[in-house]
């Protein structure tokens, strides 16, 4: 497989139920990200992880626990969620700083919570 | 505080036309600029970047446009292609304040018509 993975590609999920959302990527890249794309908004950075380590948190809930245990996988996992956190969550992926060659991006995870 | 700002958000033009897509900022240690375009169902992906130190980038069909004195970028698209449809995002970087990430706009949905 090349390139950025994500699955599920789409999950429902109650608001009690605990579920996680899995990222891989084949690129050798050092540092990862998950996205939260919900409409009409700009893409929203949630968490940065660099060489492994968590390097930002953007003021997320802490019902969301990224989770990243080797520099090729990236998993974001949920409790507890509400309905407006219903979006497309995309991880990403570059090597070093974006600068002008930006992100890989993966296809995403179509969250809706019931 | 939304310093990258897509205030279109669709735009609709006749195949072999020109697509001028447009993005204003606010923050001017922003060093590069990138467009994503991003097809349902699946994740950004990468088209063109510049940097500031440059007016214009050019990449086959498609040419962006810096104007930094305005804190404005354009994406040109020529001829515009039905397969050109899709949301493009507008992405900025800046080394000092944010390193490893991106800031993006909202978007802007591009149709165009055969």
């Known amino acids: 497989e090349t390139g950025v993975t994500q699955t599920p590609r789409h999950l429902v999920m109650g608001m009690t139920n605990k579920k996680s959302l899995k990222c891989e990527q084949h690129l050798g890249h050092n540092a990862m990200y998950w996205y939260k794309q919900s409409a009409k908004k700009p893409l929203e950075l949630m968490f940065v992880?660099?060489?492994?380590?968590?390097?930002e948190n953007n003021s997320v809930p802490s019902r969301f626990s990224p989770e990243c245990p080797n520099s090729s996988h990236l998993f974001l996992h949920l409790h507890t969620l509400q309905p407006e956190d219903s979006a497309l969550y995309l991880c990403?992926?570059?090597?070093?700083?974006?600068?002008?060659?930006?992100?890989?991006f993966g296809s995403g995870t179509r969250l809706t919570v019931v | 505080d939304q310093q990258v700002k897509q205030n279109s958000p669709s735009l609709s033009v006749q195949e072999g036309r020109i697509s001028i897509l447009n993005c204003d900022y606010t923050?001017?240690?922003?060093?590069?600029f990138l467009w994503y375009k991003k097809y349902p169902a699946e994740g950004p992906t990468f088209l063109i970047s510049i940097s500031s130190i440059k007016d214009k980038n050019e990449d086959g069909r498609f040419t962006v446009f810096l104007n930094k004195s305005a804190k404005h970028l354009s994406l040109h698209i020529v001829p515009s292609q039905p397969g050109d449809s899709a949301v493009y995002f507008c992405?900025?970087?800046?080394?000092?304040?944010?390193?490893?990430?991106?800031?993006f706009g909202e978007g802007t949905q591009l149709t165009v018509n055969p």
């Open positions: 923050n001017s240690m922003f060093d590069y």
């Open positions: 992880y660099s060489l492994e380590e968590r390097v």
């Open positions: 990403a992926s570059s090597q070093g700083p974006p600068r002008g060659y930006g992100y890989t």
């Open positions: 992405a900025a970087s800046a080394e000092e304040t944010s390193g490893s990430r991106l800031t």
